[in-house]
């Protein structure tokens, strides 16, 4: 009976685990290297003060539609993903309009935006969820919730 409920439980979270689109594959570790872009130099948070991060600002919203992140991983509509320009990658945040006070996790994958006045880019799924696909900008608080693939994590 027992071995007969493994089996079972085995072939259903493989269903599920199948049924979920384009899944992130882990990324062992973070990536911190300095890199310049046009001139300026941006070099990325440490894993302590990343994990304090909390800041509002501006959201914008793109779709990579398969081309890589930063990390290589490759990027497709439908994910939950973001960019970030001083984040530890990858990183996972909670990002919410200020506006209506939805909220939803996305996981910083990708390194943007280099728009003055934007503190996060979001990927088209992301803005959906947050309510600001018309408007294409919108208020938002980002928070940290872990580094590295859940290696560190906030303890609040």
Known sequence: MM?????????VGALVCSCQQHRFEPYRGYKKAPYTLKG??????????????????????????????AIGQRLYEGQF?????????????????????RSCTARVADRGPFIHGRLIDVSSAVAEELGFTRKGLERVRVEVLSVGDGKYRVSR
Do not use: K, W
């Open 3 to 11: 071995q007969r409920f493994s089996v079972i439980a085995l072939l």
């Open 81 to 101: 993903y973001a960019a970030h320009r001083t984040l530890p990658l990858p990183c996972r945040v909670r990002i919410t309009n200020l506006h209506n006070g």
């Open 40 to 69: 300026e130099r941006f070099v990325p948070m440490d894993v302590q003060t990343a994990l304090y991060y909390r800041e509002d600002g501006i959201a914008s919203y793109y779709e990579a539609d398969g081309a890589p992140g």
